[in-house]
């Protein structure tokens, strides 16, 4: 009889917002499961776009996307994989895009 696999828990969270306004903010993925999990290893500040979706809202509900990129991104070799041990953190900083944004009575979502 097969067994079921148990899905992979990765939480991402915002983990330092300390230079926001400097368009930086470090996210934060955990592997909350008891298996490993795998995550591309080329998320840094030139690909995020990419994997991110980042929305500045108003306390209207007004929204507004900030760093999304549309489209497809190929790799010139396999890509390669950074593997989390149940519980095992991994930190990356990445860009924000603050061009034209007036901070203000905003708040940062995902």
């Not at 901070?103 to 979502?109: D, G, K, M, V």
């Amino acid at each position: 009889m097969p067994v079921a696999e148990e899905p992979a828990s990765l939480a991402l969270s915002i983990a330092d917002t300390s230079r926001f306004r400097e368009g930086w903010i470090t996210v934060r993925f955990r592997n909350e499961g008891n298996q490993p999990v795998r995550i591309p290893d080329k998320i840094n500040n030139k690909t995020a776009d990419f994997f991110f979706i980042t929305k500045l809202r108003t306390e209207r509900g007004d929204v507004r996307i900030l760093n999304a990129e549309m489209g497809t991104m190929t790799f010139r070799q396999p890509l390669d994989y950074r593997e989390l041990a149940p519980s095992q953190e991994y930190s990356v900083t990445i860009p924000v895009c603050l061009d034209e944004v007036k901070l203000e009575n905003r708040i940062l979502a995902w």
